[in-house]
């Protein structure tokens, strides 16, 4: 599966954005599909992810009550809207698409890789 993700940029502290996630190649609906982000200096990590029908999300403790993550299988398309946005959040973030039932929160327990998108929050 191919994935393309947009929708970043840059945004003031307590604003909103929401990433897009665009997949093709393969059946949609038959991969976990996760966001991770990464800050400059830091190791890739776990924001979100959501189950194959889309009625299961889970987010890292950071980003709960903040972030939403949600997937339209029929545009295979996965989406993250970030709300209250903190100066914290400004990472590269990429999107991720898992085989496995289970992925977790491991980047390497996701097989495929969008190109990632920045998102900066200014203070």
């Known amino acids: 599966v191919q994935l393309q993700a947009s929708g970043g940029g840059l945004v003031q502290a307590g604003g909103s954005l929401r990433l897009s996630c665009a997949a093709s190649g393969r059946t949609f609906s038959n991969y976990v599909m996760g966001w991770f982000r990464q800050a400059p200096g830091k190791e890739r990590e776990f924001v979100a992810r959501i189950s194959f029908s889309g009625r299961v999300p889970s987010y890292a403790d950071s980003v709960k009550g903040r972030f939403a993550i949600s997937r339209d299988n029929a545009k295979n398309t996965v989406y993250l809207l970030m709300n209250s946005l903190k100066p914290e959040d400004t990472a590269v973030y990429y999107c991720?698409?898992?085989?496995?039932?289970?992925?977790?929160?491991?980047?390497?327990?996701?097989?495929?890789w969008g190109q990632g998108t920045q998102v900066t929050v200014s203070s």
């Open positions: 991720a698409a898992s085989t496995l039932v289970m992925p977790g929160t491991m980047p390497n327990r996701y097989g495929f």
